[in-house]
Structures are given as structure tokens and as C-alpha cells.
């Protein structure tokens, strides 16, 4: 007990230490926006990850906004469709701009999207003519390479690592995880320019064996070659896809219910490389764009293996998680082959856009056969299946209208639309509607709704944002929804609404507060449940140094009989010492009633690394990390973070389960740029 009050004593000096209180680029505001997201009840970790990779990437490689296109804004997930053509309209009309301090006589470029948008640009010299592009054999004398190196461990043991006889293992293989209980990860990447962009990656999740047999247990390649005269953009290797709203293809992130409830068109990109070391929601092999005036053309191949749960002839459920750490895993490892090709067309001017898309997949030599249970007598099934979508878009000044219909092998439908209107100059106003038959289906789809699945879903939405008077703004939204079939854990047909409102108060540069409130209504079994969420978030930055951020949660649950609530309190802070060093830390108390009232929180981690612990039972969450750019090349990070549990004297379940109170997990990385 001495040892735990010690540790809260020195977390609870480093943090006010750490609260004296503004943060320089190295410590992005857009980070915020990414927290807002990760916040969502129906946010896809592996999406947010994959967003938080992409943006790191992005901060790191800003776009000159003397030459930035719409598709390059439409990267950037917190632009609005009106806000890009007004961005884009201000540089036509009074550029070359003089410095970045203009955007804010952007129209509809509020305070907020100004902050997180400025580490993605800067701006250039817009008279000087564009050097000319080195010759192939000087190509590495212009490129730009970087190598990271990545180790974690849970300092705790956990019972898969347990040391017993080989005859034990033997009998029992999948009590026992197979490795080393670290984590391990390398990238490296390459780009010559805007020209050529290489990467490799490689990971050994905790608990696989290393070296296995081929090194790391997973591998990632990726080679982009862009702007070959009228070949856009070609991929070979891994890549991710999106095109219209998602409903026929998108592995790309994609906008959901958030407190920027107005921005809620899907932005996919097209294709995209897949840099992360995720091991689903990529796509091998070849892809490629080309441009003819206003027409873009992608056309795409892939094939590749599978984890999945199957049969010499059938696929009962794909595994994604990736993991290959006990023998159970390494039967299910490439057991299925998916192979996909299709195309999508794109026409756009000023004001208009139309585009079809249309794919078809099949499962090689296998039939596509989950177990029949009520709840997914529709799900797909079948050895091969194809879809096809059409997106349009209608856009003037103060009025835009995005959509796309889809219809799959069976000839269901589904269609997205969104309106959006800005009435005033201090108003903006968003309209959705969404149907999914019940029977449609379509894979690699993710789109607007309350589901994770463009399926069994009819919803109507309406978010509203108002910029108030004194440095207030507030955004709300309403959504309605009905679910006509049934669904996991829910036997019945059903539906739902859900209703956030969120008042933000920028005080002055150095002081803001956000408060939020979300209720949502929704049946589990065949019994309706509410849940509110109140967050309260202050944040205070008195000089370039110091950065602080104080949040306040509160989650009350109710179903049939039973309420519950929870509550937890989060102090964070950060001090940039210098250009060449940074320290992040944070101290919070939880308690939760049960696991409906767990409260998720988003944390600092390493670079390229996304953390959103989970807070459930009672306990102490504190970390701290570490930047520190020892030369001019060579960067360390260091993190460590714990968990103290006031609640229990055992940590988790079967092989991860620790014996104790407390878990703590230890970080460090290495960058090498030259």
C-alpha cells in the first residue's frame, strides 16, 4: 500500500507539474478531433487506427497551400465539403497566399477547424516555378527515408506465458501462447518526393514465436509510383479502398455520429496505401488511377489468404484479428483465399459529380457459410458475389447534396443521402437519410448508421452547428433508426434514437471548455435501455510550453430493473522542453458500475501508435511519455502506462489473465530519419 500511495504521490507531482499549462505542432490539436471520433459508442478501433496512422503521416508531409487539390483536402476527415471549395475558391481568387495567418478570412473556416488544420499546411513560395524532377539515376539522392523501431511489454505475467513441462503443453496447446510475451514491430519507408513512396513493415504480436519462419509473423509492402502523365496513382503490394459512401466499397475510415455533427459526408480517397501493420481491411495486389480531364478511372486486383475458421469446402467466419499466438490460431491461419477485382468511374466539374462503382469477389475454391442462427438468415453467403453503386453529388456556395445507391447480387438496395445547408453565415445544417434492406449485402461495405454493416437498417439524421456569440459554438444532432430484422442480441425487431448536444466555449487562446451530453435508446434481447454520457472538458494553455487538460466523465445505464452509473476524472498535461524534447503524463480515477457503464478514454502513445484504454470496476489509470530527439536523425520514445485496480485481485481471464492488481505496460521506439 505504501508502494501504490508513493506512485500516486510522484503521478500526482509530475501532473501538476505538467499543468502550469500551449502546445507547439509537435503536440497536434487535430489530435483532439481524433479523440472526439474515437469517443463514439460505434467507433471501429481498427479504422481510427488506421486514420491515426494516415494523419501522423500527413502532419509530417503538410501540403503547400499554394498547390494543395480537393483531393488532397478531402484527406483531412474534420473539412467539409463546403469548407474545401471556399478554402479552394479564397487561394483562386486572392492568392498566392502570404502566410497561413490568411485562413482565417476563409468563409465558414471556423477558429477550431483553422487549429487542426494547420499542421497538415504550410505555405509555399506560389510564384516560384516547380523544380525540375531528378532525373531517375539522381532519384536517392532526393528521397526521404525513415526506420522506426517498436517494443512493448506487459511487465505483469500473464497466465499464457506460464513455464510448464512440454507434456503439459502437449496436451494442452491451446492453454499456452506459443512466443515470447513482447510485442515487436519495424517500418521502414522510402519516398522520393511526391513521386515514389516505398514501405515494409513487420510485426510479432506478444505471445507468437520469434524469429518464427519467416522472421516477423506478419509483413507489409507497399511500392506507390504517382503523376506518370495520365497514370495518377499505382499501387502494387497492400493497399485499402473506398469510393462513393461506402456502401459498396470502403476499408478507408469513414465519418459516423460525432460532435461535429455536421460533417457527415464520407470522404474515402480512393485508393490509399496501406501503411499500418493491421492484418485485415487491406487488399493484395495491384491498383492503379487514371486521369483524362475530369474523369478518374481506378481499376483494381487483389488476392490474398485469409485467417478464418473453415473446412476443407467451407468458410464459416473469417478471423481478423490477426493474432497467431496458440496452436487453435495457427489452424486457422490462410485457411481462405479471397480474391477481388473491380473498377470505379469518376466525373467531376465545379459543381457536379457522378461515379460507378463495381466490384465482384469470390472465395477461390470455398463457399462462404456461417452458422445459421435467426439473427443472420440473411448474411452473405455463397462462393462468389458482386455489387454495384452509383454516387452523385450536387454542390453550390451554401447548399450540398452528396448520396450513392447500391445494389448487390441478390438485386437488393440500399441508398445514403446527405444535404447539407448553410442558411446564414453562423449556421450550417445537416440532413441524412439511409435504407439498407435487410437482405443486402455487400463485404467490404461501411457506411453511415448505427450498424457496422450496410444492412438491415432505414435511419433518419439531422445535426445542426451554430457559431453563438462569445467564442461559443454549439453543435447537435438527432438520429433515428429501426433495425426491421433481427440482430445479435437483439430477437426482435427493432429500433432507436439517439440525440447528443455539445456546447464549446473558447474563452481566449489560452483557456476553452467543451460540455456534451448523448443520450441513446436502444433494445438488447427484447427490452429496451437507455444510456446518457456527460462529458466535461477543460483545457488551459498559458504559454508555448505547457499544455493541461482536465476531462470529467459520467455514464448512467438503465435495463428493464436494472441502473447503473459510473464516473471518472482524468488529469493530463504536457511540456515541450524544447524543439528536441516533449513529455506527456495524465493521472485518472474510475469507477464503473458494470461493463454497460465502461468509459473509454483516449491516451498519448508513441508515434504512429493509437491507445484508448478501456476504464471498467474502480482503479487508477496514470502514464507517462517521453520525445526525445537525440540528434538530428534519432528519436526516442519511451512510454509507460498502469493500471491499479481497487476492485479485484485478479486482472482479466484465461490466458490473459494476471495474477494481482495492477497492469503495467512498458513502450519504446526508436525513429532513424535520413
Same mark, same amino acid.
Given at each position: 500500500m505504501k508502494m501504490l500511495k508513493n506512485k500516486i504521490l510522484l503521478l500526482f507531482i509530475a501532473v501538476s507539474c505538467l499543468n502550469a499549462g500551449k502546445v507547439n505542432g509537435q503536440n497536434s490539436e487535430w489530435m483532439r478531433y481524433l479523440e472526439e471520433l474515437a469517443n463514439s459508442e460505434e467507433a471501429d478501433d481498427e479504422a481510427i487506427a488506421n486514420l491515426f496512422d494516415e494523419l501522423s503521416y500527413l502532419s509530417d508531409h503538410p501540403y503547400d497551400l499554394q498547390t494543395v487539390t480537393k483531393e488532397e483536402l478531402e484527406r483531412l476527415p474534420f473539412l467539409t465539403a463546403m469548407q474545401i471549395e471556399n478554402l479552394l475558391y479564397y487561394i483562386y481568387r486572392y492568392g498566392p497566399l502570404a502566410s497561413i495567418y490568411e485562413l482565417k478570412n476563409v468563409e465558414d473556416l471556423d477558429r477550431q477547424t483553422i487549429t487542426y488544420l494547420i499542421p497538415f499546411v504550410y505555405v509555399?513560395? #506560389?510564384?516560384?516555378? /516547380?523544380?525540375?524532377?531528378?532525373?531517375?539515376?539522381?532519384?536517392?539522392? !532526393?528521397? +526521404?527515408?525513415?526506420?522506426?523501431?517498436? !517494443?512493448?511489454?506487459?511487465?505483469?505475467?500473464?497466465?499464457?506465458y506460464a513455464s510448464v513441462p512440454d507434456e503439459e503443453r502437449v496436451a494442452h496447446p491451446n492453454k499456452y501462447y506459443l512466443g515470447d510475451p513482447y510485442y515487436l514491430n519495424f517500418r521502414y519507408g &522510402?519516398?522520393?518526393?511526391? =513521386?515514389?513512396?516505398?514501405?515494409?513493415?513487420?510485426? =510479432?504480436? /506478444?505471445?507468437?514465436? @520469434?524469429?518464427? +519462419?519467416?522472421? @516477423?509473423?506478419?509483413?507489409? *509492402?507497399?511500392?506507390? *509510383? =504517382?503523376?506518370?502523365?495520365?497514370?495518377?496513382?499505382?499501387? *502494387?503490394?497492400? !493497399?485499402?479502398? #473506398? @469510393? #462513393?459512401?461506402?456502401?459498396?466499397?470502403?476499408?478507408? *475510415?469513414?465519418? #459516423? +455520429?460525432?460532435?461535429? /455533427?455536421?460533417? &457527415?459526408?464520407?470522404?474515402?480517397? %480512393? &485508393?490509399?496505401?496501406?501503411?499500418?501493420?493491421?492484418?485485415?481491411? !487491406?487488399?493484395? %495486389?495491384?491498383?492503379?488511377?487514371? =486521369? @483524362?480531364n475530369n474523369v478518374r478511372l481506378n481499376v483494381f486486383y487483389s488476392k490474398r489468404n485469409q485467417d478464418a475458421n473453415a473446412t476443407d469446402s467451407t468458410i464459416l467466419t473469417l478471423k481478423t484479428d490477426g493474432y497467431h499466438r496458440t496452436f487453435g490460431d495457427l489452424q486457422k491461419r490462410a485457411t481462405a483465399r479471397t480474391e477481388l477485382f473491380g473498377s470505379s468511374a469518376q466525373w467531376r466539374n465545379k459543381d457536379f459529380s457522378l461515379g460507378v462503382t463495381a466490384i465482384y469477389y469470390n472465395f477461390d475454391d470455398k463457399m462462404l457459410s456461417p452458422a445459421l442462427h435467426p439473427y443472420n438468415v440473411f448474411a452473405l453467403r455463397g462462393d462468389d458475389y458482386w455489387n454495384v453503386g452509383v454516387n452523385y453529388a450536387f454542390q453550390q456556395r451554401k447548399f450540398q447534396f452528396q448520396g450513392e445507391t447500391a445494389v448487390d447480387k441478390g438485386g437488393k438496395i440500399a441508398t445514403v443521402n446527405h444535404l447539407t445547408v448553410s442558411p446564414t453565415s453562423f449556421m450550417d445544417w445537416a440532413f441524412s437519410f439511409r435504407h439498407y434492406d435487410r437482405t443486402y449485402n455487400a463485404l467490404y461495405g461501411k457506411s453511415f448508421g448505427e450498424s457496422t454493416a450496410v444492412q438491415n437498417e432505414t435511419g433518419l439524421y439531422t445535426g445542426v452547428k451554430i457559431q453563438l456569440p462569445i467564442r461559443c459554438e454549439l453543435t447537435a444532432y438527432y438520429d433515428y433508426f429501426s433495425f426491421p430484422w433481427l440482430k445479435y442480441q437483439v430477437n426482435v425487431p427493432s429500433g432507436g434514437h439517439e440525440a447528443s448536444v455539445q456546447l464549446n466555449y473558447q474563452a481566449h487562446e489560452k483557456l476553452s471548455m467543451t460540455l456534451r451530453y448523448k443520450h441513446k435508446e436502444k433494445v438488447k434481447d427484447s427490452s429496451p435501455y437507455t444510456q446518457q454520457n456527460v462529458r466535461y472538458q477543460l483545457n488551459f494553455n498559458p504559454n508555448d510550453r505547457w499544455h493541461s487538460k482536465t476531462q470529467a466523465d459520467l455514464v448512467f445505464y438503465g435495463f428493464e430493473a436494472t441502473h447503473t452509473n459510473a464516473h471518472s476524472i482524468t488529469q493530463s498535461g504536457s511540456y515541450i522542453g524544447s524543439a528536441n524534447f516533449q513529455i506527456d503524463g495524465a493521472l485518472g480515477y474510475f469507477k464503473t458500475g458494470d461493463w454497460n457503464t465502461r468509459i473509454s478514454i483516449y491516451e498519448k502513445n508513441i508515434l504512429y501508435a493509437f491507445s484508448f484504454p478501456t476504464y471498467y470496476g474502480e482503479g487508477l489509470r496514470y502514464y507517462m511519455v517521453a520525445k526525445w530527439k537525440i540528434f538530428p536523425k534519432l528519436t526516442v520514445y519511451l512510454k509507460c502506462a498502469s493500471t491499479h485496480y481497487f476492485d479485484r485481485s485478479v486482472i482479466s481471464s484465461g490466458l490473459e489473465e494476471i495474477q494481482g492488481n495492477e497492469k503495467t505496460d512498458f513502450s519504446a521506439q526508436i525513429k532513424y530519419a535520413f
Open positions: 509555399g513560395a #506560389g510564384s516560384t516555378p /516547380a523544380l525540375t524532377p531528378p532525373t531517375p539515376p539522381k532519384t536517392l539522392k !532526393y528521397a +526521404k527515408q525513415e526506420l522506426l523501431l517498436r !517494443y512493448d511489454r506487459t511487465l505483469q505475467d500473464k497466465a499464457g &522510402i519516398s522520393v518526393g511526391d =513521386k515514389i513512396q516505398l514501405g515494409l513493415s513487420g510485426e =510479432k504480436d /506478444a505471445g507468437e514465436p @520469434f524469429p518464427g +519462419k519467416r522472421g @516477423f509473423d506478419f509483413y507489409s *509492402f507497399n511500392l506507390n *509510383f =504517382k503523376h506518370l502523365g495520365i497514370l495518377e496513382d499505382l499501387h *502494387f503490394g497492400n !493497399y485499402r479502398l #473506398g @469510393f #462513393g459512401q461506402g456502401l459498396v466499397m470502403n476499408t478507408n *475510415f469513414s465519418m #459516423g +455520429k460525432t460532435a461535429d /455533427a455536421v460533417n &457527415i459526408v464520407t470522404k474515402n480517397g %480512393g &485508393i490509399k496505401r496501406h501503411t499500418s501493420t493491421s492484418e485485415s481491411s !487491406y487488399f493484395s %495486389g495491384v491498383a492503379g488511377t487514371l =486521369k @483524362f
